[in-house]
C-alpha cells in the first residue's frame, strides 16, 4: 500500500472540546493537515517525547513501554493511522527485532502510537483514504468579505450546521484555521464534503 508520511506540526488546546487538545500532523508532499483529538496526558507525553533534553523525575507510562520494548530487542518501525471511523482515528504500532527478523503488529489509539513514535524517532504514516477524509488543506490566502449579515455566531459555539449556507461554511472554515481550532475546521469541513456529496 502506498502510504502517506506524516509530520507533526504542533498541538494546541482545542476551543471546542474542555480539556482536550489537537494534535497537528501534516502530509509533508502536499501540506495537508490532519487534526487529531487527544486528553491532556496525552498531550503532555507526546511533548516530553519531543523535547529530548526533558526528563520528568519518574518514568511516565509511554517511557515504561518504550524502555519494555527496548530491552526486549525489538525496535518501533513505523505508525501507521490505517482508518477514520465515525471521528475517531485507528492506528497501528508496527514493531521488528532487528535480530530475529520477528515482526509484531499492535492495535493502539493514535495518541499513544504517536507519543511512542516520538520516543523512537520512527516515521509516522496514513493512508490515502484517511487524508481524502479527515484531512484539511489550509489555504491561508486572504478571501474578499463576504457580504453577509453580522451574527453574533463564532466558529466554535455552533451545533446545527444546518442553517448555515456553503458560503458562510468556507468562511467559518477559513476563520477557524487561521483561529488553529482545527477540531472545528474539521466539523466544517466534513459538513461542507457531505454536502457537496447531495449536490454529485
Do not use: C
Not at 507519543?115 to 483514504?129: G, L
Amino acid at each position: 500500500m502506498d502510504y502517506k508520511k506524516l509530520i507533526i506540526r504542533g498541538i494546541s488546546y482545542s476551543q471546542t472540546q474542555s480539556g482536550a487538545y489537537a494534535l497537528l500532523l501534516e502530509h509533508e508532499e502536499t501540506s495537508v493537515k490532519l487534526p487529531v483529538v487527544i486528553g491532556n496526558f496525552e498531550a503532555q507525553s507526546i511533548s516530553l517525547g519531543l523535547e529530548k533534553d526533558i526528563n520528568p523525575p519518574r518514568p511516565l507510562t509511554h517511557d515504561l513501554f518504550a524502555q519494555f520494548v527496548k530491552n526486549t530487542g525489538f525496535k518501533l518501525e513505523s505508525v501507521i493511522i490505517y482508518q477514520i471511523k465515525d471521528g475517531v482515528f485507528f492506528s497501528n504500532i508496527n514493531f521488528k527485532n532487528p535480530l530475529t527478523e520477528e515482526e509484531l503488529i499492535l492495535d493502539a489509539r493514535t495518541s499513544d502510537a504517536v507519543a511512542m513514535a516520538v520516543r523512537f524517532d520512527s516515521p509516522i504514516y496514513t493512508t490515502s483514504e484517511v487524508l481524502n477524509e479527515a484531512g484539511i488543506l489550509l489555504e491561508l490566502e486572504e478571501n474578499p468579505k463576504l457580504e453577509v449579515e453580522e451574527t453574533e455566531q463564532t466558529t466554535s459555539d455552533f451545533n446545527d450546521l444546518s442553517g448555515i449556507s456553503m458560503e458562510e461554511l468556507e468562511q467559518l472554515l477559513n476563520d477557524a484555521v487561521k483561529e488553529e481550532d482545527y477540531d472545528t475546521a474539521l466539523r466544517l469541513q466534513e459538513e461542507i464534503k457531505r454536502r457537496n456529496k447531495k449536490i454529485e
